[in-house]
């Protein structure tokens, strides 16, 4: 079943392939997301704290600060301590150890590739659980 969304949920993309953002900011718009993207993980913390979005969905694999470090971030500013997360990561050998720290840290921990449908239900359920928390 598909569930409804309330209309153009902010939602932000931390990944710094540019065709993987590219990809799921375009399928997302079109699903009715309000979509903002970035490459870096300090860019990223940037749009959380001036953007406020609904929801984020985050790399794992990233430069100089990895998604897991960027996650901890999120987590100790203001704007960022509710926000619902979902790790996306083409990593198929993640410690047992690490996924269980990102789920400590409140994030979904999904695997590429992704469906399409697969990406939507993900955001819908992040945006679901951010309407959920307030």
């Known amino acids: 079943m598909k569930m409804k969304i309330p209309s153009n949920p902010r939602l932000l993309i931390v990944d710094d392939d540019d065709a993987t953002t590219k990809t799921f900011a375009r399928i997302l718009t079109l699903e009715g997301f309000d979509v903002r993207t970035a490459s870096t993980a300090e860019s990223g913390l940037l749009e959380i704290q001036t953007g406020h979005p609904d929801a984020v969905i985050l790399d794992l694999r ?20 509710q926000t619902p997360v979902a790790i996306v990561t083409g990593d198929q050998c993640i410690d047992d150890a690490v996924i269980n720290e990102l789920h400590d840290l409140g994030a979904e921990v999904k695997f590429k590739p992704l469906w399409i449908e697969d990406l939507v239900d993900v955001a819908r359920s992040l945006v679901g659980s951010r309407r959920r928390l307030n």
């Open 62 to 81: 990233m430069p100089y600060i990895n998604g897991l470090g960027l996650l901890y971030r999120i987590r100790a500013c203001e704007p960022g301590r």
